[in-house]
Structures are given as C-alpha cells and as structure tokens.
C-alpha cells in the first residue's frame, strides 16, 4: 500500500483487497504497477491502446479484462464505445479507464467518502466488487436505452406525418442504436464469458451473481433488437411516405404538362412563318375580328378535356 502511495495512485484498501482506480492513464502511471503486480507487459500497454477488442486474458494469478460500454454523446446525438480495462486478482482489482464512464468514478468516491457504502461494495471481495461495476455500468446502458424508446416514441408521430420530412431524425437514431448493438454484442460475450472464469478469485459463490449479469446484458440486447427493428420499420414508412409524396408531385406535373401539349402544338403550328388556316393571309372574321383567336383557343381545349375525361376514367386523378 506504502508503494501505492507513493506512485500517487487512487487506491481505496478493504479487509481483504485494494481497489485501484485510475483514470486518464499515462503511460509511467501503467508501468509504475509492473513495479507492485506481477503483470504481463502487454496486458499494460493494452490499457492505453483505443483499437482493443472486448477480450479475457487469464494468467495464473489475474485475469485481464478489456470491456467496451457505450457512452453517450448528447451533442452529437450518438453513443461511441468507452474502453474499461481491469486486471483481477484475489487480493486486487485494478480498473483503467478514460474517467468517462461516471457509474465507475461514482462509486469509487463513493466508497472513499463513506464508511457504509464502502462495506457494502467492498465487504466481500474483488469479484463481488467487479460484479457491482459491471451492473452498473449495464444500468447505466439501460438509462440511455430509455432515452432511446422515448425518442422513438417521439419519431412515431412525425413518421406518419406527410408534412414532416423525418428522415434526419430516424438516420441519426439508426445510427445511435446500431453503435450501441455493436458494443452491447462484443460486451455480452464477454460478461457470459467472465461467469466461468471468475470463481477462482472468489471464495463467494460468485457465478450466480456474473449469470445474473448475464442475463441483464441478455435482456439489454433484447431490446436493442426490438428498437432497431421498429426504427427499420420507421425508416421503410417513411420512405414510403415520402415516395408517395414525391409521386404525386410527379403526376401532377405530368398532367399538367400532358393538359399543355395540345395548346403547345397548335401554338406551335400558328408560329411557323407558313400560310395556314386563318391565318394572317386569309384570317377567319366571320365571329368578329378574333375569330381565329377563338377558333384556336376552342380546337386547344377540347382535347384536353378529353385528356381530363380519360385520366379520370383510369383513375389517375
């Protein structure tokens, strides 16, 4: 514990292990503990590394931990993967992280500051502690999955809205629940992983409490599944929605420009530097002096109401 200190380590010490806690690592601070722990250098530098997958090391003295957890990003609106790594042993249990993870440094001072919450996390022994972690880490992915639901429940109505174009809002949804099924998935493997592996730190019966860890993660990505199958279904409606809009723009453009055609073409006609009927050289008066006015406008509307009438009989209008 003298040699903790010394290292400037956050350190809390129970009756049977010591709890370092250390955020924001350096590279000297991780090598300091090869000084104290016994640990393989690789598992060390593996701590600051960003790129590590969610993976157990087991030694004979600790297991090597790495885990991924989602942490929201509140103004870009989706989550990213924060790395946990933790060596455990019997009398210790040393947990790396970024100090974005707050459920961790929450209970950490937490434990420091009362005499009570000290014993109840750490009265047993370091497995029960990463145990307690672990779930509240997962509580803590359950507290953004229902932030999510709301925010699927909200989508709901503007999806089914033809006036509200909702296609940024579903995009960024999709893509904050498909990082947040990307790390959820890795994650599960592991924590169903850790409860064969963990009873050899532990004089507890400590599997029970990693299967039921097992079965919260289980049930997270349960439900990461049913929201990123609504999401799918909100994302196919409204693109749906949105084509339909789009095709009736369309259909009434094409009428229009259909209904213009006839007027077009005898517009057309009368503008070519030829002699036609009614023309400047034989213009028609026997209605007046716009008689070939008429005559034209007459000869331009009658097709298209026959146009109308046919659109009609065919259901395109």
């Known amino acids: ?15 049977n292990f010591v709890w370092i806690n250390i955020d924001n690592p350096t590279p000297a601070m991780l090598n300091s503990l090869l000084e104290v722990y016994p640990f393989h250098s690789l598992d060390v530098e593996d701590c600051i590394s960003k790129v590590q997958l ?31 790594g933790i060596f455990l042993g019997k009398d210790f249990i040393i947990i790396v992280h970024s100090g974005e993870l707050k459920p961790i440094s929450r209970i950490f001072q937490k434990c420091k500051e009362d005499n009570d919450t000290l014993a109840e996390y750490m009265g047993s022994s370091a497995t029960f502690l990463l145990y307690q972690i672990i779930h509240a880490l997962i509580e ?8 999510v639901i709301s925010e699927i429940e909200e989508i709901e109505d503007k999806v089914f809205d033809e006036k509200v174009d909702a296609v940024r809002e579903v995009t960024e949804l999709r893509h904050n629940i498909a990082n947040m099924r990307r790390v959820v998935f890795s994650l599960k493997d592991v924590i169903h992983d850790l409860e064969k592996r963990v009873q ?3 004089n507890d019966d400590i599997g029970v409490y990693f299967g039921d860890l097992g079965d919260y993660i289980d049930k997270v990505w349960a439900i990461l599944q049913e929201c990123r199958e609504t999401i799918e279904i909100y994302k196919d409606t409204d693109f749906i929605i949105s084509s339909d809009r789009t095709n009736k723009i369309l259909a009434v453009l094409t009428i229009m420009f ?22 400047e050289n034989s213009p028609w008066i026997f209605l007046g002096a716009y008689t070939t006015f008429w005559i034209i406008l007459i000869i331009s509307i009658v097709p298209v109401f026959f146009l109308y009438i046919a659109f009609k009989r065919l259901q395109w209008l």
């Open 1 to 15: 514990m003298d040699k903790l200190e010394e290292m400037q380590l956050n350190s809390i010490k129970a009756k």
């Open 140 to 147: 803590n992915i359950m507290i953004m999955l229902s932030k």
């Open 54 to 84: 969610p993976k157990i090391d087991e030694y004979k003295d600790y297991l090597f931990i790495v885990l991924h957890f989602p942490r929201y990003l509140k103004e870009k609106r989706f989550s990213i993967p924060s790395q946990v």
């Open 200 to 202: 050899k730190f532990s």
């Open 258 to 279: 259909t209904f213009s055609i006839p007027v077009t073409v005898i517009g057309a006609l009368y503008g070519m530097n030829v002699n036609v009927p009614g023309g």
